[in-house]
């Protein structure tokens, strides 16, 4: 029997990270709530399925038997994280999943003790957020030890996939976040702007986003100031911030539904554009004294790259036995586990 269980495996990111674990013997039991879909992925790989919804913690138990690793691939994650979560403490398994969502990573984080106290690893943000982010901070931490300001930024083509645009509709109601201080705190949409410079020369524009590393390179590091940034063109950055007077209106439900409905229309990028579009990631900090550091890596797209560091984790994790308790990329893998992951190269 397998022991990895993939819930959401017939989503866009999950379907992907099942055909490669499959391909790396894994055998993982594929888990969700549509029977037909999963059918129709686990028949062709000679897959066992699990289904069942997150409404009740007595029908999710029943399906953790043999489990030891639950890798969550079911977003949004602040619908599916804490059921899961839960089951996970309650029947220790080990917990992880593909999450960007700020207040995810604050929830498990929430977990710790009881973590340590069961011994389940908790581990959100094992793809693209905030795998190679958290690790180029914890790279540059050890460059400047005393740093207590982290800029990081990402380039990422390619296009969302239907969860993931879902989910960024999601964040519009609550609008940027960045941590100051060592406290969050929550800022207008493209609170900042400013540019940073591709391998090429070209220079791109960028805005603040609520990315997940406002939270977890702040436990990676212990740096008290950090603001994420995503490359965008300059009419995309001026349209956010004309949109910040309608910030409360993202919060109602029918325009959620709506925004929600119109995001998930859009099948996530095929393998062909996946393979055209990879991702620039930038880091800088600063002391208080002023001195800097800076680091810049490419990867691959996103999603393919949300499938070799969360399977590198995975396999890890089977193999490693680890303690329980809250884990961030850098913080279980190493700083340095990026750059050994396919397709990743160091910049600068």
């Known amino acids: 029997m397998s022991r990895l269980m993939i819930y959401g495996a017939n989503g866009y990111t999950g379907r992907l990270i099942t055909a490669a674990a499959a391909a790396r013997g894994l055998r993982p039991i594929l888990a969700g709530r549509d029977r037909d879909a999963l059918d129709a992925l686990a028949g062709p790989l000679g897959l066992t399925r699990r289904v069942f919804a997150l409404d009740d913690a007595a029908t ?135 540019t940073f410079t591709r391998e090429d020369g070209s220079v791109r524009t960028a805005m603040t986003i609520p990315w997940g590393d406002v939270y977890t390179a702040h436990v990676s590091t212990g740096i008290g100031d950090i603001e994420t940034y995503m490359a965008l063109p300059a009419k995309t950055i001026a349209r956010m911030r004309w949109l910040r007077p309608l910030k409360p209106l993202f919060g109602l439900g029918p325009v959620q539904r709506w925004l929600k409905a119109r995001a998930g229309a859009t099948p996530g990028p095929d393998a062909a554009r996946r393979a055209r579009s990879g991702c620039t990631v930038w880091g800088e900090v600063r002391n208080a004294r002023g001195a800097e550091e800076k680091l810049a890596i490419v990867t691959p797209n996103g999603y393919d790259l949300t499938v070799s560091a969360s399977l590198g984790i995975v396999e890890r994790v089977l193999r490693a036995k680890p303690a329980g308790g809250f884990a961030t990329p850098s913080l279980f893998m190493g700083a340095e586990y990026v750059l050994g992951l396919p397709g990743v190269r160091r910049i600068n």
């Open 60 to 194: 999710i138990a029943r399906q953790f038997d043999g489990v030891e690793v639950l890798l969550n691939c079911a977003g949004p994650f602040s619908r599916t994280c804490a059921p899961l979560l839960d089951a996970c403490l309650e029947h220790k398994v080990h917990y992880l999943d593909i999450t960007g969502e700020i207040d995810v990573f604050a929830h498990c984080h929430r977990a710790h003790n009881r973590g340590v106290h069961e011994g389940v690893l908790i581990f959100p943000g094992t793809g693209f957020d905030v795998v190679p982010t958290d690790c180029v901070a914890a790279l540059l931490k050890q460059r400047l030890p005393d740093a207590d300001h982290l800029v990081l930024g990402f380039e990422a083509a390619g296009g969302p996939s239907p969860g993931t645009a879902r989910t960024s509709v999601e964040g519009l109601a609550r609008g940027g976040r960045a941590r100051i201080g060592g406290e969050l705190v929550e800022v207008p949409l493209a609170w900042k702007s400013r």
